[in-house]
């Protein structure tokens, strides 16, 4: 049983910083890529970031340079560090097992002045 679990979200201003982190349980895969993505109201669950086991990471256009994908292994978490947050980075941020398909609850960010 594998168990991810969101945290760090909250409301922020325009502008404003949060730092997400899933922290992984039960059976764990230590080098298995992990991603973050999120879903805004009424839309489809977006794609917006990978890091693989080694720590390479990759990044949708709408979010590179602002958001940073990170892991610490001896911790089980992936972080998601994200800067210069906007109104229309308002969602449900989720993180996901990208190679066994495990989703965490889900996280709500809003970005609202």
């Known amino acids: 049983q594998v168990q991810l679990v969101e945290s760090g979200g909250g409301l922020v201003q325009p502008g404003g910083s949060l730092r997400l982190s899933c922290t992984a349980s039960?059976?764990?895969?230590?080098?298995?890529?992990m991603g973050w993505y999120r879903q805004a109201p009424g839309k489809q669950r977006d794609w917006v970031a990978t890091?693989?086991?080694?720590?390479?990471?990759n990044y949708a256009d709408s979010v590179k340079g602002r958001f940073t994908i990170s892991r610490d292994h001896a911790k089980n978490t992936v972080y998601l560090q994200m800067n210069s947050l906007q109104p229309e980075d308002t969602a449900v941020y989720y993180c996901?097992?990208?190679?066994?398909?495990?989703w965490g609850q889900g996280t709500q960010v809003t970005v609202s002045s």
């Open positions: 996901r097992n990208q190679v066994r398909d495990y």
């Open positions: 039960g059976t764990i895969f230590r080098f298995d890529a």
């Open positions: 890091i693989t086991g080694g720590g390479g990471a």
